[in-house]
């Protein structure tokens, strides 16, 4: 079963986030920092990566960028409470499935989600 790994500061969005993964049959595992996530052997085993984009540390787009660094291509959805059209648009052309404003709709959510698994699949 593919593991959905969601990154996010705030307690809430990340239970709420993960029980949403888990309702529809998947497997989440949760970080509070970009920078716990990196240290984790999950980097090598997340079939897609729901990451906030503001986040004391390591932001969610420098996280992309420190993945695309290593050769990781994990297809990535950003969520965040702050949408900003420059961020949105640097994440979408290092090849983001999804750029959502909080509060999200979980069916936005879950639509970027397989479509990002979608990718995944032989």
């Keep these: 079963m593919p593991t959905i790994t969601i990154i996010d500061d705030d307690d809430e969005v990340r239970v709420a986030t993960e029980n949403l993964i888990q309702s529809y ?4 595992k949760t970080f509070t920092s970009a920078e716990a996530f990196l240290e984790s052997p999950m980097v090598c085993r ?6 906030d984009v503001q986040m004391p540390g390591m932001s969610g787009i420098d996280l992309q960028c420190a993945l695309r ?34 509060p999200f709709e979980a069916a936005s959510l879950m639509s970027c989600v397989d479509k990002a698994l979608a990718q995944n699949s032989p």
């Design 25 to 28: 049959g998947l497997e989440a």
């Design 46 to 51: 997340t079939a897609c990566l729901i990451t």
């Design 69 to 102: 660094a290593r050769g990781c291509t994990v297809p990535m959805i950003f969520i965040t409470a702050f949408p900003e059209e420059r961020l949105r648009k640097r994440a979408e052309a290092a090849g983001a499935f999804g750029f959502l404003s909080k």
